[in-house]
């Protein structure tokens, strides 16, 4: 079983500036300091130049992981080398990797006063854009400020801010290089705990500045980069360090995405896409109907069994999969459970025995912890 935890991101960072002496020092060259590591993420695709070992983080290709989590994929593919995963979207190999559906209404925030010493108006661009959030449709994301900082889910720093408790503000969010902006992925099905902006970036505009912190927040909520594939993961060794998982039914790369690489270039101002807001309702759906089985039709397969294909009705916002079960009449608890699919409309659940059985279609979100149950159908296969 391998846990995700507390995995950090932050921005490529092409202009290592060296705004903080005490903090590049602490840097390591990750092919001299790790070279197991190296060797790994290497096999994975991962563009290594610049890759560095920073105290418990491997910062690669503008993403901090953990060392001890990258250790523990390099145990599990030796283990299971078939049991890699695609990589774009959403940072997870199980669903500790978002937020749990219950911890996704009324996030607590906190701005910290650090960052009013910023060039701009970021705490206006943080509320600008936590409400774009909570106006995404059909999405269940929604925040509400604190001024308690023990208390907050996620807390807005100043990269430059001093005098924050480490529990709060790790060091890899402080003094950040060159112009990159960080936050914390979730753990443990909490939103990521803190989203630090850089003091040097000061030319942005307002729509900019907007952007940057819906991208961050993005990340907060387990949402990786859109070219997430590019920047490594699927790879020629046939295993992949597994850090995020790609939405079936959204592109591979979607350049005008808000969780673009390029959102952070002085004048980038993005709002969601359809597929952003896809991804979104994918995690934490809202509001979906019930769905319905539209057609069954048996197929001989044995003397006494069949094999059957259902249709549903195309639902007007798609959760992330569906199923059908096949219930017994006289019981809740399904006996059977057919193939997942993600983006058709047709399923077969194969080798059904003779009898009366009621069907029910689901639809669920990625981390399958909130299900909209269909509407059951009685059916006598025979
Ligand atoms: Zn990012």
Redesign the pocket.
């Known amino acids: 079983m391998i846990a995700i935890v507390a995995l950090i ?4 960072s092409t202009e290592q500036d060296d705004v903080s002496t005490s903090a590049s020092q602490q840097y390591e060259d990750l092919r001299s300091a790790a070279p197991e590591i190296y060797g790994y993420l290497e096999c994975q695709g991962f563009d290594l130049a610049g890759a560095k070992l920073y105290d418990e983080y491997v910062v690669v290709e ?2 901090a992981i953990r060392r001890d989590l990258i250790s523990k994929n390099i145990e599990a593919a030796e283990q299971s080398p078939t049991n890699g995963r695609t990589d774009q979207y959403v940072v997870s190999l199980t669903p500790t990797g978002v937020v749990d559906f219950s911890n996704v209404t009324n996030i607590k925030y906190y701005i910290h006063s650090s960052i009013a010493n910023l060039t701009g108006d970021w705490e206006g661009a943080i509320h600008d854009a936590l409400d774009d959030w909570e106006n995404i449709s059909n999405c269940r994301v929604s925040f509400v400020e604190t001024t308690s900082i023990s208390s907050a889910d996620i807390r807005f720093f100043n990269d430059a801010a001093t005098g924050v408790s480490t529990s709060y503000m790790p060091v890899c969010a402080r003094n950040i290089p060159g112009d990159s ?3 914390a992925y979730p753990s443990n099905g909490e939103p990521g705990s803190w989203v630090s902006i850089n003091n040097h970036w000061n030319t942005s505009s307002q729509g900019n500045r907007e952007t940057i912190i819906r ?2 927040v ?2 907060t909520l387990g949402l ?2 859109d070219n997430s594939s590019s920047e490594g993961a699927v790879t020629s060794c046939g295993v992949n360090i597994g850090l995020s998982v790609k939405l079936t039914g959204t592109p591979t790369v979607e350049s005008s995405s808000v ?1 673009d ?1 390029s ?2 270039t002085s004048t980038t101002v993005r709002n969601f896409t359809s597929n952003d807001k896809k991804a979104a309702t994918f995690l934490y759906p809202e509001g979906q109907s019930a769905v319905v089985i539209n057609t069954l039709t048996q197929y001989y397969k044995t003397s006494s069994s069949k094999d059957i294909k259902f249709t549903m009705t195309s639902p007007s916002v798609r959760m992330y999969r569906y199923h059908v079960e096949r219930l017994p009449p006289w019981s809740s608890t399904p006996v059977q459970t057919s193939e997942y699919v993600t983006t058709s409309n047709t399923f077969w659940m194969y080798n059904v025995p003779h009898g009366t059985w009621r069907f029910r279609i689901n639809g669920l979100n990625y981390g399958e912890d909130v299900t909209t149950p269909g509407i059951m159908k009685t059916v006598t296969v025979q």
Do not use: K, Y
């Open positions: 991101s932050l921005r490529c503008g993403v902006h960080m936050a991208h961050e993005g990340h990786r980069h969780m690489n959102v952070f």
